[in-house]
């Protein structure tokens, strides 16, 4: 399809340009922009359009809900549980995180802060849970920073020049790109050796993640 080889394209133009504005004029962001994107990450999302289409790609779903935090932790934002998992193993999560999202010191971004914790297996799940509640001890260490800012789309964002540690399947860093939008998110997760060598991840066209209906939410959320 045009749009899917167009997508690097526009990926980049759609960052580049977001980042040159920021840089010219600064621009403050508000509760409201907050809100908007734990409002686009918390749904149950799939790439099984993807995967039929384009048989590189496999079905993966994530789910993302938000959680209360018991205990010592930031008090500003809201924190969310994800996990990511093959959809025919959806009881085995490959993936497992705790999202702080935020505003930045200087409001001009939204936060996406992910702990990895230190028993993921223990969560699994979790979003199940009426009410989930997690203690703050048990956040796990913060491996990565994204930094989201309103697009035409909805909101763009990327991992910090150089990307983020990572210690999976051969790769050493992580950088990712991500758009969030009105039918789901597109997201260039990709990983890179030692030798800054691309070891797996996206790159003819990112993962492309696409709403479920969310089994926990109310009538009428």
């Not at 384009?54 to 996990?83: F, H, K, S, W």
Request: with cysteine; aromatic share 8%; charged share 20%.
């Amino acid at each position: 399809m045009v749009m899917n080889r167009l997508w690097p394209t526009l990926l980049l133009g759609l960052w580049l340009s977001g980042g040159q504005a920021a840089k010219a004029q600064p621009t403050s962001l508000s509760q409201q922009n907050l809100d908007a994107v734990v409002g686009y990450l918390t749904r149950t999302m799939d790439t099984t359009a993807q995967a039929e289409r384009n048989p590189r790609y496999v079905g993966v779903q994530m789910t993302t809900c938000p959680i209360q935090i018991r205990g010592q932790a930031a008090q500003d934002g809201v924190y969310l549980y994800q996990e990511q998992a093959l959809s025919d193993s959806l009881e085995s999560p490959y993936r497992q995180r705790f999202l702080h999202i935020a505003l930045s010191t200087d409001a001009t971004r939204v936060e996406s802060r992910t702990f990895k914790p230190s028993m993921p297996d223990v969560w699994t799940g979790l979003c199940q849970q009426a009410e989930p509640v997690v203690d703050a001890i048990d956040l796990g260490d913060l491996v990565c920073v994204v930094g989201l800012r309103p697009s035409a789309l909805g909101y763009v964002g990327s991992t910090p020049e150089g990307g983020c540690p990572v210690n999976l399947r051969g790769a050493v860093r992580l950088t990712n790109t991500i758009v969030l939008h009105q039918d789901g998110m597109d997201t260039w997760d990709r990983g890179f050796d030692v030798n800054g060598i691309q070891v797996w991840g996206a790159r003819a066209e990112p993962y492309q993640y696409r709403w479920l209906e969310d089994p926990w939410l109310k009538d009428g959320q």
